[in-house]
């Protein structure tokens, strides 16, 4: 069950971050992050209704809190290392956060066997080169290291945290709809100070309703992809969940190569088959 969820995490994670990638070519990053995830508080606002989820409020919704306020930081960080590049050393940096949940799970007692553990060193390192790592020509700014090292921190931070904020069903909802309001509020806040020093908030085309499915989509993915890890944590090894749901580089390198005909070099092509090796001995142990 562990294995299944956190890959599901992995593909919905990794096509949330496909399909963010392409709407912000047209449309403000904190724009996108705003109106998706304002979409996503209105469906899980009906679930926790719905379900009577508010009956699991507790302490523990803190962690859910937490994981909203650093969520989209560590989004921005990202998205600015991007920006400043080059991607190909940006994007598998940025894996390294896995090492977050990994580490939480070893503080916490959790000893995976020898074939996992191998499991994990193979998947990790698989992830790193699916990116394209550049090994030579690629002049880094320490700035863009310094955010992507940020970025990694605190998506690894928002794994560990909201695999703290429920222990049911019912209350894994409401745990959602906290973290998403509190996205919401702290993106809101940056999209608002943003606007009034000037950047523009909106296409030059005005708001993009054409693109309300795809923000729909790319927010209720995330979601979906949160959940999903909180029920693989909650049901196997914190390291082995954390891994595998960090195979999401991979399905967005495939995603660019189905969709938009994005040609994989050689180590991405090699990163990738490394994943898969690491996913099978991570669930065969």
């Not at 400043?84 to 990994?102: E, K, R």
Request: proline residues 5%; aromatic residues 8%.
């Amino acid at each position: 069950m562990t294995a299944f969820f956190a890959l599901a995490t992995s593909l919905l994670w990794g096509l949330a971050d496909f399909g963010g990638g392409l709407l912000t070519r047209r449309t403000p990053a904190l724009t996108v992050v705003v109106v998706s995830q304002s979409i996503a508080v209105v469906v899980l606002g009906v679930l926790v209704v719905a379900t009577g989820g508010w009956s699991e409020a507790g302490p523990q919704l803190w962690f859910a809190v937490a994981a909203g306020l650093v969520g989209p930081v560590a989004m921005l960080a990202f998205y600015k290392a991007l920006a400043l590049g080059p991607m190909g050393v940006v994007s598998p940096l940025g894996s390294i956060g896995v090492a977050v949940p990994v580490g939480v799970g070893l503080v916490l007692g959790e000893r995976p066997g020898v074939l996992q553990f191998v499991g994990i060193l193979v998947a990790v390192a698989g992830v790193c080169l699916a990116g394209g790592p550049q090994f030579r020509g690629a002049p880094v700014q320490r700035q863009a290291i310094a955010l992507t090292l940020l970025a990694a921190f605190g998506f690894g931070a928002v794994m560990a945290l909201i695999a703290e904020a429920s222990t049911t069903l019912t209350g894994l909802f409401l745990a959602l709809f906290v973290q998403r309001v509190t996205n919401v509020a702290a993106g809101g806040l940056a999209l608002y100070v943003s606007a009034r020093r000037g950047a523009p908030a909106l296409p030059a085309d005005g708001f993009p309703w054409r693109s309300l499915p795809a923000l729909a989509f790319v927010g209720l993915a995330d979601v979906a992809a949160n959940g999903t890890y909180s029920i693989a944590a909650q049901h196997g090894p914190v390291t082995v969940a954390a891994v595998l749901a960090s195979l999401y580089p991979v399905v967005t390198a495939v995603a660019a190569r189905g969709v938009l005909c994005e040609r994989l070099r050689a180590v991405q092509a090699a990163g990738a088959g490394l994943a898969l090796v690491g996913t099978v001995l991570l669930a065969s142990g």
